[in-house]
């Protein structure tokens, strides 16, 4: 198992989604300079419960496929190569706009992190620079060392050469949902919409959760969403015409008000969603019912395989169909932010 390793540390901020996303980024950079990757934990959405706990990648993704396009080690064969100390940290001191303070506070996260959960212990956060000047002789100091572990790759997004689009349709191509997740979904699919075809359509505009406790600056709220939902029922009826479709399936943030779907039927008919799923009585359902962050990946299994997906654009969650649907050239794909122009303006504003 000689080489030389990069240990992404990827559940500092943002849902599961906005995670799986800075794995990519540390498999650019893994690719770059010839590492084998570690399969890193994730973590629930920060919204729920138990968000703190970490889910192994291979209850999320297949690791079998993905070790079929890259070398992998689990988090306890690194600790086992690379020892209990590691002092090769990937930091940078500033964080999608965020101050150097939060950037030591999450240090200090990750740091009490790594040791209570694989038992690897890393340098204080004096090691963190305090200006990325410097990034390109970060790497280089880096360069021959044999053990390195990346926090919050994201940071690095704008520093680290991306592959070729062969590679990264590749990368995609590999990083599956669990052969177990996608049985469960081939089972209950001919169950939804009758078995016929179905339009998918992801519902976020982050305004479930950011105005679930009254925060202010939600005023408002529910007269935006019936706009939104106004315009994008008339542009989904028309989808559904075109493709000559009638029935919809619905994946939602658990976060999103009930009204928002009472109202969403209103326009449109012929609308399912996960709780309609659930009553189905599938084993692998019933495993998983009540668990936001494995119920999640099943939607996300069903809208990749819908005959036409409605997303976002400004959503991770959409964000990895949009790339698998094309990967796999599993047929018509709209974006709402790109695709329905009369609403793209209201929908952007929603995550400001």
Known sequence: MAGRYLFPIVNSDGGPNFQYQQFVYSVFMALNTNRTIVLTDFNRHHTGAHHSIGIPFNTTFDSDIFNEFMPTVSMEEFRDECGSYVQNILVLPTYRNRPYSYVLHDYAKQKLWLDRRIGITIPENSIIPHSDRNIANMFKNLEHEKCVIMITPEAFHDTVRHPTDDVTESLYAHLVRTQFLRDTVSQVLPDICDGG?????????????????????????????????????????NI??????????????????????????????????????????????????????????????????????????RSNWSFFIFRERRVFNRGPTYDIIEDFPSIADIVVDSYK
């Open 240 to 313: 559904q015409t075109k493709h000559n479709i009638s029935c919809v399936f619905v994946a939602h943030s658990p976060e999103e008000p009930e009204h928002f779907l009472r109202l969403f039927r209103s326009y449109v008919s012929n609308v399912i969603t996960m709780d309609d799923v659930t009553k189905l009585n599938n084993p692998g359902i019933n495993f998983y019912n009540g668990d936001d962050y494995f119920m999640s990946l099943i939607e996300q299994e069903i809208c990749a395989r819908s005959e036409v997906f409605i997303g976002n654009g």
């Open 197 to 237: 075809n179905f339009v998918a359509f992801h519902w976020r505009n982050k305004t479930g959760e950011m105005c679930r406790n009254d925060n202010v600056g939600c005023e408002g709220t529910a007269e935006k969403q019936k706009q939104m939902l106004e315009i994008l029922s008339r542009d989904i009826r």
